[in-house]
């Protein structure tokens, strides 16, 4: 084949100008199918690390797994701390500002959600403790009056929530609410991001039936109780609201009466032992003199439960009725009246309207009948 073509050719004036711009032209589309290469590697990698961690997560975590379940967006879930931890704390220390509060149901679980507004879930401390049963929620630089109003609200609607009050603090930039919870709930914290919220959640629990032995101040009121935890290292100590609404602090639950007492006598000032059953609000004990009264009724009381006949119960009111108050002396009578209905042996009536007449009180009809020959 002949292959002496002749074709013209028109060569540029410029011809290494336009060599040296098609090489850069290549160098330029190689570097970008370069990039685009190693940008799918690391999204792969990126895509194994998150599975990996997820599943390790679920794995190794038991909150973890059960906080995912309920997400409808895997990412957000900064912290699921276990159920009943003592203990949550985590948040960012933001510039202030206020917390928007809803509440969810299903079934038997609640969950209320505290959401902020910045990215991430403001400063906070969770602390959760029984006997009773409380979350007590700190919480630096935010608007606590609107957020207890809300879950004030809250409460009405819920089953686990007895309670709401917010409790008194040292620093005025720190606010700090407690939730009474009934004896079923057991609760679990989840902080989340994006936007930022702490969510708590409340499900069914078994009943405590257990008593405790607090070691625990007097009650007071807000201005009264700042008084008194400034006397004390609080550090550590739990604050507590009793059935008036007034605070004290406990430092310490222990299980018997004996280590209780050997507990207190290390405390200085005007410190107290409370026996405390289930989930019972704390009894309100403002001075010295109404726990002392407490204490002597209680004797009463166990007497009365122990005693089948009322020679006991008798001799313990020779003992003490004279010196008692008022208040203790119209116990006494209606704790003997109660023990005297249906009461079938011998009763030695003088001795017993004695303690009427002390009193400056009629004897009740049906025991005048009875003591009648």
């Not at 605070?247 to 405390?267: D, G, N, S, Y």
């Amino acid at each position: 084949m002949d292959r002496d073509w002749e074709i013209s050719v028109e060569i540029p004036a410029d011809l290494g100008e336009v060599l040296r711009q098609g090489m850069c032209r290549g160098k330029e589309i190689a570097a970008r199918r370069a990039r685009r290469r190693r940008m799918a590697a690391r999204t792969a990698c990126s895509f194994l690390l998150v599975l990996t961690l997820f599943a390790g997560g679920v794995r190794f975590s038991p909150a973890f797994a059960a906080a995912v379940r309920e997400l409808p967006v895997v990412g957000q879930l900064v912290r699921a701390f276990e159920k009943n931890q003592p203990l949550a704390q985590g948040g960012v220390r933001g510039e202030g500002g206020m917390a928007v509060l809803t509440m969810e149901r299903s079934g038997d679980r609640e969950q209320i959600r505290l959401e902020f507004r910045q990215e991430d879930a403001a400063l906070y401390q969770v602390e959760f403790a029984s006997y009773p049963k409380t979350i007590t929620i700190t919480m630096p630089g935010t608007d606590g009056v609107e957020v207890l109003s809300e879950i004030s609200r809250a409460r009405d609607t819920s089953q686990y929530i007895k309670s709401v009050c917010q409790l008194p603090t040292s620093t005025g930039d720190t606010t700090s609410i407690q939730l009474e919870l009934e004896s079923d709930a057991d609760v679990q914290i989840q902080e989340y991001r994006d936007p930022g919220s702490l969510v708590i959640a409340l499900t069914p629990a078994e009943i405590q039936l257990d008593t405790v032995y607090s070691v625990r101040t007097l009650s007071f009121d807000a201005d009264g109780f700042q008084q008194a935890a400034s006397r004390y290292n609080a550090s550590g100590a739990r604050v507590l609201r009793d059935d008036q609404g007034k605070f004290f602090l406990e430092f310490v639950q222990e299980a018997t009466m004996e280590q209780a007492e050997a507990r207190r006598l290390t405390l200085q000032g005007d410190v107290i032992v409370e026996a405390r059953t289930g989930n019972n609000v704390p009894v309100c004990f403002p001075t010295m003199e109404a726990y002392e009264s407490s204490c002597f009724l209680n004797q009463y009381y166990q007497l009365l439960l122990q005693s089948d006949r009322v020679e006991p119960v008798l001799d313990f009111m020779d003992r003490h009725f004279a010196n008692a108050s008022d208040e203790e002396r119209d116990t006494m009578l209606r704790g003997l009246a109660g023990l005297l209905q249906n009461y079938e042996e011998t009763v030695d009536w003088d001795r017993v309207f004695a303690f009427y007449q002390t009193a400056g009180i009629e004897p009740p009809e049906e025991f005048q009948r009875q003591a009648q020959p």
